[in-house]
């Protein structure tokens, strides 16, 4: 018979990294409370979790939001793992102090209810390579260590993403402060683009920049001049791998497996897919200088990576073929 795990607690159950866990933890047997945002006229589709393989018996969804964190006590309260991967995503560009103050407080709230709950024996949060990358260091390679500086980043005036990297470097730095000061155990997770299959309605930011590489949009180019990436199966397995591992240490941990470039994904998806005819790059000035990223302190667990280039991007534009994407950008296609 199966052991029975769980229950845990997924905060932003329907994104692209939370249903991936949910489908993932399922499968590893877990009992899993998921949470989304409160739809009073249940107008949100979200077979794609209800769906899922043992999801009838072993899937509970509750409501959460980050602008009320009280909201997520009663489905953290029992749970003895509380996975955190819910961000604010505004539309559109709201100010920095805005979107900071509702992620920070949020996830303070959650770790509250974690302390609250006195059965949580680990959290693990999902932070991102936005937190480590613009330290204005310039090292080949990052660690750790390193931490983003805000006014730095500001003054690479790089598109939208200015209250992205705010929010997520000082939830962070609340989060692990917070667990340091009344000993709850949190590892928190940072990885770069995510990309891969999905089975979200939605389609995934990182996806999207993707798509826009395909369709020529000239604008992106100088972002992806150096990018490092993770395969979206790999970065959940991690999740799991440092929630399940007694000997994983609280603290950070890097999660990023495949350094590319414009140019060696031009290369991939021109050969894979040549009915895109997709435009040639002109070269650009690199918007800014990016470092890699070093998964050592991950990889020295003993945890082992299982995707590369060609699962990562292949996976995500199949997915984007069987929802659809592909034929809203290009129309009907011959393959």
Known sequence: MEEEKG??????GTGFIGSWLVMKLLQHGYTVRA????DPECNRDISYLTSLPRASEKLHIFNGDLHHPESFNAAIEGCIG????AHPMPD???????????????????LKAC??????????YTSSAATVAYSGNNKEMVDESSWSDIEYHKSLEMFRTSSYVAAKTKTEQA?????????LELVTLIPPFVLGGFICKDLPGSVKLILSMIVGNATIFPHLHKLSLVHVDDLVSAHIFLYENSNARAGRYICSSTPTSIEEMHRFLSAKYPEFHIPIAQPLKEAYKMSGYSSKKLLNTGFEFKHGLNDILDEAIQSCREKGFLENLFGKIDT
Do not use: M, W, Y
Request: charged share 25%; with cysteine.
């Open 7 to 12: 229950p845990v607690c997924v905060t932003g």
């Open 35 to 38: 949470t989304v945002r409160s």
């Open 82 to 85: 509380v996975f955190h991967v």
């Open 92 to 110: 559109k560009e709201l100010d920095e102090e805005s979107v900071t103050k509702q992620s920070v407080e949020g996830t303070l709230g959650i």
């Open 115 to 124: 302390l609250n709950a006195k059965t949580v024996k680990k959290v693990v």
């Open 175 to 183: 989060a692990l402060k917070f667990a340091e000061e009344n000993g």
